[in-house]
């Protein structure tokens, strides 16, 4: 008498039969899906259970788990593993709160000397007091899973993150004005004016103090193929003292206005004032961006600029927002290529790099455009208050 087999045939479709096959060719996929994959195409040849166990050498109850598997879920399904119950917790989510409830607190608060948790600490300072608190469950934990009950809540108590705190009840206010210049630029741009064509100049205006003149100590080496692949440095330096730039980005032209100073008091700030007054035509307005430094407001700077009355406008960004200034990207990308690592004799000598390094990006200058908030600002062609030949002073 012949057997015949209880469970039906697979019902494998072209592109079935094509996965499965590269699965069961594969040399990199997971040993469990590239046997799973040999037992249903061979079942879907012999249509039973024992005759593919016979062949495969495989048990018969695997054979059976996968075959069920694929009639009941599908050829994808059987290839994984089946979600399981798992063990029962042995933490109570009551403990797992009040585990996450003291990462969130700084050592500092409970005693100890450090700004920050790390894994031990935590996990001895849980040992140490989840009984008084009523956990006795945590009295052996690990520091494993003290990672996976943290990670589960995305909590990181061994790291610091930055941020800005908005410390001008102005902030939106001013925002919206810088934001707002920045929107007839683009408008200029769209009309296809040029600077001589307008009565008014876009200057982004800040400075970068503290500039270290550094030199060093012993000569670098240079790299020698197939044995050294970068520059070489010797870790001592000499210390020259420090520089200021003060510089203006022509958010038209892309043309960069730098001033290489001791410092930026007052009296420099001044002095870039009048060198721009001196290269831009009398008739034009110049609107800068700048931020809240006290040189920017101070009664030497007020006395200039009443000598030179509707020639200049300030822009300011709220306090503490001076990331809204374009020339604040041109100030990351300069310390980030030119200014890292950079290695000069003298003070003299940084000032003339500097310049150097100016001169050549004005070669070919790049129009930097701000993009943050751009589409919620108003504006078109018809509201633009610079997009005419008859321009007056409105801003």
Not at 58 to 82: M, N, Q, S, Y
Not at 133 to 154: D, F, H, Q, R, V
Not at 171 to 190: D, H, N, P, T
Not at 359 to 383: A, C, H, Q
Request: proline share 5%; with cysteine.
């Amino acid at each position: 008498m012949v057997f015949k087999g209880t469970r039906p045939p697979l019902k494998l479709s072209e592109n079935d039969i094509e996965k499965l096959t590269k699965i069961n060719n594969s040399k990199t996929a997971p040993f469990r899906e590239v046997e799973r994959a040999k037992i249903i195409l061979t079942y879907n040849d012999l249509k039973k259970i024992y005759p593919v166990a016979k062949k495969l050498e495989i048990d018969r109850p695997k054979v059976e788990r996968t075959i069920d598997k694929a009639l009941v879920f599908g050829v994808d399904e059987a290839l994984k593993d089946l979600p399981r119950k798992g063990r029962n917790r042995k933490i109570s989510d009551a403990a797992r709160v009040w585990l996450i409830d003291i990462a969130c607190h700084k050592p500092r608060e409970y005693g100890y000397a450090s700004e920050l948790w790390t894994n031990e600490t935590l996990r001895q300072h849980i040992i140490t007091n989840c009984e008084e608190a009523g956990y006795p469950e945590l009295s052996k934990i690990s520091g494993g899973t003290i990672s996976k009950i943290l990670n589960a809540s995305n909590i990181k108590p061994h790291k610091i993150k930055g941020y800005i705190k908005k410390r001008d009840p102005h902030f939106e206010e001013q925002a919206k004005v810088v934001l707002f210049v920045y929107k007839q630029i683009e408008m200029v741009k769209e009309a296809s004016l040029t600077s001589e064509n307008l009565q008014v100049v876009f200057i982004s205006y800040d400075e970068k103090p503290g500039i270290q003149a550094i030199g060093n100590a012993h000569p670098d080496l240079n790299p020698v193929p197939g044995k050294y692949p970068s520059f070489n440095r010797d870790p001592e330096y000499i210390r020259h003292g420090t520089v200021s730039l003060l510089a203006g980005i022509d958010l038209l032209t892309g043309e960069v206005h730098p001033k290489v100073s001791e410092r930026h008091r007052s009296k420099e700030f001044i002095e870039f004032l009048q060198y721009l007054d001196s290269i831009y035509p009398n008739n034009k307005t110049i609107i800068i961006i700048l931020d809240n430094h006290s040189a920017h407001k101070s009664i030497e700077t007020q006395k200039y600029l009443l000598t030179k009355l509707n020639r200049f406008k300030f822009v300011f960004t709220p306090k503490h927002a001076s990331w809204l200034n374009i020339i604040e990207s041109f100030f990351s990308k300069m310390a980030r290529s030119f200014l890292r690592g950079i290695k000069v004799y003298s003070k003299a000598d940084l000032e003339a790099r500097i310049y150097e390094y100016f001169n050549e990006i004005n070669k070919m200058p790049v129009l930097f455009r701000w993009k943050y908030k751009m589409d919620s600002t108003p504006g078109d062609i018809s509201t633009c208050l610079y997009c005419n030949n008859n321009l007056e002073t409105q801003y």
